[in-house]
């Protein structure tokens, strides 16, 4: 098998087009009415992609993104725009030999992310197998709403499942926008005012990831988590997808923390770090346990990693 | 500059009136429009979750009619190639009027891809050097390019050879000939790139079959010409448009073999699945057979087959193909019988089983109906009003010839001018 390769930084061919396109967006800016248009409703709508805006714009963007998110949540909303750090490539871990089905790193990650409750959107699903039945890599004897009053089930094991991080990601091929792409320490991030919602990349997924929103989310503002970046958690809007970005808010605004999920794992069954650093936990894992990953046979090699640690 | 005003009025003059039948088409038409897009304004405010489609089944209704559509509109070629390559005459004056179709048709397609955006005010960051179209990756991209190339090239060949009659000039067939070539390979590439957007994502194993360009095609080409036949015996009921029963009968012809290849190609399909029996069947059996207990689809799916059988049959008998019941009769079961097969039973199955094992059974909601039955209204709006103008043009009766516009005087191009209005 091959190892999973790390690609250069995908180069951005942008200053011909960024110039044909502010001078014609610049046109059409013109030709509309300006006398009596909200000013931030015309930036709102010719806002960039977000890795062909220079910092000065960028921080513009943001500026009055934390407005926006201001007026409608009634809280003041922090957006960072951390760069990836050289030297970093993220991976996960995942013990199955420990997870119990507790479901408490889907809450975790709910109430960190900013998932919408209403309609619910959980970036983590919790799959329920029967000990003896199918589940390598066909899912369909899966159970994902399964209810016991205690966990974990006689007779059952489970296997939580998220965005795998794919080296070799099918959704940031199929998207037609390059709304969706793989940052440079490894994290696939949507950029959430570019996406148009074709849902294309949804299809291309092959394992259940990314989760779009039908309608406006419904977050009740007391638990708004007000520390966001820009590509992770802060506030989505109707009509785009999201999926996990490894707490990108917290994994890259503060070198060595945890996303939420592994933090709160009673069992330890969670694993994370930087695979490029030869001292790491999920290195020592990749090194010394015997790991899998989900769908292989697919080729999108995953940096989430599963193993049974007994 | 003049005269360009002076037709544009004779063209609106000849739109807006007509006979009383006329009238009551476009009411209708007018009914279902104004109802798709109301509801689609509540879609706009509400977000798409007033459709059945879920995280488990993320495509539904609107891409269904999309794939069916592009289907109609590369169908238009297989009419081309029997009147331009082997100058099959019958054929060869009514092909225009397939071409306005296939116009008609990649409007639906957009339309169809509009209301299905959950973000149309982005649409415009999918465009070349205005946003960041992902090419050549994504198939997406490549669809909306060879969709709009298609477009472009059928408007071009229809208005072409339209102004040219109106002004009473001949046109050339050096113009025509390349073009209509070029929209041959042009209509197998829409379809075949659209079958790509589907086919290349091996998250899907009912889509990622290499079987799946070819059986579109296929099915492709009964359903769009036997729409057609339909449109053109309509046609010469109630214009002056004269189309002979040699044409479609050919056409019919056409249709058995098209239908004979796409019923050779899922039987293919059919015994490597079910002889295999691999995990890869699940899409199979739920489709045909139900699973875990789901059978939204089935009855649906065996309705498809027996209509594609019959109606195979029906082409392939050239007595029942010359005869107008039993001709009209397999056409309409073939356009059913396509429209489920390509439509839900195409698109939704690559979600079922999904790919974490969930069964989600989607059905469209009265919202994605009427959105859809409005964008279907706008299509028949578009090609009757083209056909308003075109068919008197075609006829003789409709000149714009040397500034000085003139109904039904200048010599008529095909012979008799009567009165018949459409
Ligand atoms: S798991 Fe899905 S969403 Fe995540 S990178 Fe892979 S293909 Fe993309
Ligand atoms: S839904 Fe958004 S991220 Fe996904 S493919 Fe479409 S534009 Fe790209």
């Known amino acids: ?310 | 500059m003049m005269d360009q005003i002076k037709h544009f009025f004779i063209a609106l003059k000849q739109i807006v009136k007509g006979s009383r039948g006329y009238y009551i088409w476009i009411g209708i038409l007018g009914f279902f429009m104004l109802l798709g897009w109301s509801t689609y304004v509540i879609q706009l405010k509400r977000g798409l979750i007033v459709t059945a489609m879920r995280d488990q089944v993320s495509w539904g209704f609107y891409l269904s009619n999309f794939t069916f559509l592009v289907g109609v509109a590369a169908a238009a070629v297989l009419l081309v190639i029997p009147a331009y390559i082997y100058n099959f005459k019958p054929i060869k004056e009514i092909v225009l009027f397939s071409e306005m179709l296939a116009i008609a048709a990649i409007f639906m397609c957009i339309m169809f891809i509009m209301v299905d955006l959950g973000r149309p005010d982005r649409v415009w960051h999918l465009f070349p050097f205005f946003g960041t179209m992902n090419f050549p990756s994504s198939l997406l991209a490549w669809d909306v390019l060879v969709l709009n190339g298609y477009l472009v090239l059928n408007i071009a060949v229809v208005f072409y050879v339209m102004y040219r009659i109106a002004h009473n000039m001949e046109y050339s067939m050096a113009v025509v000939k390349p073009l209509v070539i070029l929209s041959i390979p042009w209509a197998i590439s829409i379809h075949t790139v659209t079958a790509f957007l589907y086919n290349g994502l091996p998250a899907r194993s009912f889509w990622n079959a290499s079987i799946l360009a070819p059986r579109f095609l296929a099915s492709a080409f009964c359903s769009g010409p036997a729409l057609m036949i339909i449109i053109f015996q309509v046609l010469r009921k109630i214009s002056d448009l004269e189309i002979e029963d040699s044409a479609i009968s050919k056409i019919a012809e056409l249709i058995a073999y098209a239908m004979g290849f796409n019923l050779f190609l899922f039987g293919a399909e059919m015994f490597k699945e079910f002889y295999s029996g691999t995990a890869q069947l699940a899409p199979f059996q739920y489709l045909y057979f139900g699973l875990h207990g789901y059978h939204g689809l089935v009855p649906w799916l065996w309705t498809a087959l027996i209509f594609n059988l019959i109606a195979f049959f029906l082409f392939l008998s050239p007595r029942a193909r010359n005869n107008v019941v039993t001709l009209n009769m397999a056409c309409v079961l073939v356009i059913i019988g396509v429209y489920i097969e390509k439509g839900m039973g195409l698109v939704v199955p690559g979600f079922i089983p999904g790919t974490l094992g969930e069964i989600y059974e989607y059905f469209p909601t009265h919202s994605e109906i009427f959105v859809s039955l409005g964008v279907w209204a706008t299509g028949a709006l578009l090609y009757t009003l083209m056909l308003k103008v075109a068919i008197p043009i075609y006829t003789g009766r409709l000149r714009f010839a040397r500034g000085a516009a003139t109904v039904g005087e200048s010599a008529a191009i095909r012979g008799s001018v009567t009165s018949a209005e459409l």
Not at chain 1, 176 to 184: F, G, I, V
Not at chain 1, 215 to 227: A, F, L, S
Not at chain 1, 281 to 295: S, T
Request: with cysteine; hydrophobic share 30%.
């Open chain 1, 1 to 310: 098998m091959k190892e999973p390769k790390i690609s250069p930084p995908r180069e951005h061919k942008v200053a011909r087009r960024s110039f044909l396109k502010g001078a014609a967006l610049g046109s059409v800016a013109l030709a509309l009415p300006s006398r009596d248009a909200d000013a931030s409703i015309w930036d709102a709508f010719f806002q960039k992609h977000f890795r062909e805006m220079n910092d000065k714009e960028l921080k513009k963007v943001l500026k009055r993104l934390e407005q926006e998110y201001a007026e409608k949540y009634g809280v003041d909303i922090d957006i960072s725009a951390n760069k990836p750090l050289s030297g970093v490539l993220f991976g996960y871990g995942l013990d199955l030999s420990r997870c119990i089905g507790c479901r408490r790193c889907v809450y975790a990650c709910v109430g960190e992310n900013n998932q919408s409750r209403d309609p619910q959107i959980q970036w983590i699903t919790v799959l329920r197998f029967k000990k003896g039945d199918k589940w390598v890599n066909d899912l369909e004897n899966a159970d994902k709403y399964y209810n016991p009053d205690k966990v974990p089930e006689e007779g059952y094991f489970y296997m939580p499942t998220q965005c795998q991080q794919c080296e070799n990601p099918p959704c940031v091929s199929a998207c037609p926008t390059q709304a969706t792409w793989k940052e440079d320490d490894g994290i696939i991030v949507v950029d959430y005012n570019w996406c148009i919602g074709c849902r294309y990349c949804m299809a291309a997924c092959p394992y259940g990831a990314r989760h779009f929103n039908w309608t406006g989310p419904g977050i009740p503002k007391d638990e708004i988590n007000t520390k966001t970046h820009y590509l992770g958690n802060r506030p989505r809007y109707h009509g785009i997808v999201e999926k996990c970005t490894f707490c990108i808010q917290r994994t890259r605004n503060t070198p060595g923390r945890y996303p939420a999920c592994v933090e709160i794992c009673p069992v330890g069954a969670r694993k994370f770090g930087n695979m490029l650093d030869p001292k790491s936990e999920i290195r020592y894992c990749i090194e010394n346990k015997r790991i899998f990953r989900l769908k292989e046979d697919l080729n999108t090699y995953p940096k989430f990693f599963y193993f049974f640690a007994t």
